[in-house]
């Protein structure tokens, strides 16, 4: 079955909704058309959900990247010289029509990246709200008045910084494209994005939804391939800033790249964050906090806790919750209303983390539940890339899956005793993307998430992304903000204006 872009939701769903799915039109896209790429370098694209060819992608090199900026430098020219109100009007539309679409673009993405349509629709909606936010705040943009002796005085004027690289990773591919193009295109920018290999498909979509919103063609563009791309991306002359969502390895490569031309990056990396559940908590929050922690998008995001320390006098009673909880997470086609855990994104990533389990188990580690490939009655879904989620209990924090990131539906539980020992633990890592505390002293809480060394922390909850809040990491996980007011900085540059209303004052 063949699926082209179409306004036609009905039309997408009948034909999502049957058994095969193929997706043929090119999934390149600059100066307000699909492309194509390079036709001799064509890599399948796999649907997670039944391990079938969903497409093949055409990957970019030297001279599609060099023709993608090129058009993203032309749109930059004109959208530059736009009021914020001028912007902000094209962002609404663009936003409304995301709306309109919002179950074509999450069924889409199911297809694309295995997780639950229920995520799917939730990832789309903070798309649009991003959007939405970003075009409220491309008005606002303003500089600073400072009077100066004499009558001089000097202002300073928050400026754009031209072309924007984006590089996204396949876990949120839809949300991220708009979580970095949203801010960009607010402050003046054009963008050039390149979707991870594993999940070229939704990106696109949002593309030729600006472009049909009014943009001017080329403002947001999409060049698809792997490594050599994103390498090509961020040494191109014309490419201002890179922003990258992904391994902290890859951020590493990233950096050094911009940093031959000196140029601005902000990098989302990885993560092993602590969660926090003190004896005093309310322990069924607590055990769906830990859920939500762990098991979103079959486990497979940044911010995870994996990491789920709790104190020794409630342990036995929240593994029995969580176990049970657990067990009863709902395993199958991720186009289903009822399903709460679909596919891994491919096969070689279900082994990584299979293997991960298999090494706990050597280091001492306890399964209690889960951690197995699981193959769904469906015959259409057999070859899909599936595991049951696993709960890990007899941690240790030398053990390699304490250690290291899973990106996985893997639960690490380890008990703590005191306050002063947990904090220490849990700040025992190179990373510090994110952290939690559940109780119900607030004392303790806001005592606690001051010494936790993680930039986005939650208080009696796990994972909440609002927009209107900044979202980065500590350490090596990361540079820079996602979302939030803040993030307008990393987007822009400051100039400053000295006028000097009297007589030069010369030395010479």
């Known amino acids: 079955m063949t699926v082209r872009s179409s306004n036609s939701v009905p039309e997408i769903f009948s034909l999502l909704s049957s058994g095969s799915v193929r997706i043929t039109e090119p999934l390149n896209f600059w100066a307000g058309k699909r492309r194509e790429g390079q036709k001799d370098n064509k890599e399948p694209v796999y649907e997670p959900s039944t391990g079938l060819v969903l497409c093949h992608l055409e990957p970019c090199g030297a001279a599609e990247v060099d023709q993608a900026v090129r058009a993203a430098k032309s749109a930059f020219g004109h959208w530059s010289r736009m009021s914020g109100m001028e912007r902000a009007r094209i962002m609404i539309e663009a936003a409304h029509m995301i709306e309109s679409r919002r179950e074509e673009i999450a069924r889409l993405e199911v297809v694309n990246n295995g997780k639950s349509i229920t995520e799917a629709r939730l990832d789309v909606d903070s798309a649009r709200l991003c959007i939405e936010y970003y075009a409220g705040l491309s008005s606002t943009m303003a500089g600073q008045h400072v009077q100066l002796p004499g009558g001089s005085f000097a202002y300073t004027r928050r400026e754009p910084l031209g072309v924007c690289a984006g590089i996204g990773a396949w876990n949120y591919p839809f949300q991220i494209a708009a979580w970095k193009s949203a801010p960009a295109l607010a402050c003046g920018n054009s963008m050039v994005f390149k979707p991870s290999p594993v999940t070229p498909v939704t990106a696109v979509m949002l593309a030729e939804i600006f472009t049909q919103a009014g943009a001017p063609d080329g403002l947001l563009n999409v060049v698809q391939g792997g490594q050599e791309t994103g390498r090509l991306l961020c040494h191109h002359p014309d490419v201002a800033k890179v922003s990258f969502t992904g ?31 003190f004896q005093d908590s309310d322990l069924e929050n607590a055990v769906k906090g830990a859920l939500m922690a762990n098991f979103l998008s079959q486990g497979q995001v940044c911010s995870n ?27 199958g086609d991720p186009l289903l209303e009822s399903t709460r855990m679909g596919a891994l994104v491919s096969r070689p990533h279900l082994s990584k983390v299979l293997a991960f389990v298999e090494q706990a188990k050597r280091e001492g580690a306890t399964v209690l539940c889960g951690g197995e490939p699981y193959v769904p009655s469906d015959p259409k879904l057999r070859g899909g890339y599936y595991m049951t989620p696993c709960v890990l209990g007899d941690c240790r924090d030398e053990m390699t899956c304490v250690k290291e990131e899973i990106f996985g539906p893997v639960m690490s539980v ?27 002293d607030v004392r303790r809480a806001h005592r606690v998430v001051e010494q936790l060394k993680a930039g986005s922390c939650f208080i009696n909850n796990y994972n909440v992304t609002p927009v209107e809040v900044p979202f980065g990491g500590f350490k090596m996980s990361g540079i820079g903000r ?27």
């Open 247 to 277: 391994s902290v390895p890859t951020g590493q490569k990233i950096m050094e790249m911009a940093s031959k031309g000196v140029k601005p990056v902000t990098l989302e990396l990885g993560g092993k964050s602590p969660l926090l559940i």
């Open 414 to 440: 380890l008990s703590f005793e005191t306050e002063e020992e947990v904090l220490r633990r849990a700040n025992d890592t190179t990373m510090g993307l994110a952290a939690g505390v559940f109780t119900r």
């Open 305 to 331: 806790g994996t990491r789920v320390f709790v104190h020794k006098d409630i342990l036995p009673e929240f593994l029995r919750e969580v176990v049970a909880r657990t067990k009863a997470i709902e395993i």
């Open 482 to 508: 996602e979302n939030g007011q803040v993030t307008i900085e990393y987007y822009s540059q400051l100039k400053t204006v000295f006028v000097e209303m009297g007589d030069v004052d010369s030395l010479f």
